[in-house]
T-cell receptor, first 115, second 112 residues
């Protein structure tokens, strides 16, 4: 019940295209859903996050869509750029619960944006 | 620079040895988390400390232990190392428990 399933494992997009990464969770106690971006040799960096009281959150070219009833959320990267090429992780946690903020991560998506 | 400092960046050691990884959280952050990242297991939560106290434990092996000191820096001790312990070890910190947190650049451990 703690799993977060992420797809696809890898994604190739042309410059200017839309990148879409999907995640599904099982634990209904999860109440905070961040996305992290990781470049080779670096630690994951928080990109954008959402709580289940909203269905969408947008920050620049990055948008999270959240479907509480389906227990799914997705990251959309508009106008994808070669500099967006990285590994993206979705995650989930029960921010106020007994898990004390432990993040459960998806397996990651390697995004490659071709110029 | 994320503000979370991890040392050393790289570590090569032999099987059976013991190593200590160090993490200094961002200024003001009270929570420290340790994660292990390997190719086949992804990012796995190991353990969390909040203001010096252990708060949550993941699938951390008995050979591994950690602590958070009064100055809030944390150390992860890995002993009786095996080849399978080779991985990236990340520390992250946050102001409180829960919510998004900031990762360090990691320590790459290679056990030979």
């Amino acid at each position: 019940q703690q799993q977060v399933k992420q797809s696809p494992q890898s994604l190739i997009v042309q410059k200017g295209g839309i990148s879409i990464i999907n995640c599904a969770y099982e634990n209904t106690a999860f109440d905070y859903f961040p996305w992290y971006q990781q470049f080779p040799g670096k630690g994951p960096a928080l990109l954008i996050a959402i709580r289940p009281d909203v269905s969408e959150k947008k920050e620049g070219r990055f948008t999270i869509s959240f479907n509480k009833s389906a227990k799914q959320f997705s990251l959309h990267i508009m106008d994808s750029q070669p500099g967006d090429s990285a590994t993206y992780f979705c995650a989930a946690t029960n921010a106020g619960g007994t898990s004390y903020g432990k993040l459960t991560f998806g397996q990651g998506t390697i995004l490659t944006v071709h110029p | 620079d994320s503000g979370v400092t991890q040392t050393p960046k790289h570590l090569i050691t032999a099987t059976g040895q013991r190593v200590t990884l160090r993490c200094s959280p961002r200024s003001g952050d009270l929570s420290v988390y340790w994660y292990q990242q390997s190719l086949d297991q992804g990012l796995q939560f190991l353990i969390q400390y909040y203001n010096g106290e252990e708060r949550a434990k993941g699938n951390i092996l008995e050979r591994f232990s950690a602590q958070q000191f009064p100055d809030l820096h944390s150390e992860l001790n890995l002993s009786s190392l095996e080849l399978g312990d080779s991985a990236l070890y990340f520390c992250a910190s946050s102001v409180r428990t829960g919510g998004g947190y900031t990762f360090g650049s990691g320590t790459r451990l290679t056990v030979v």
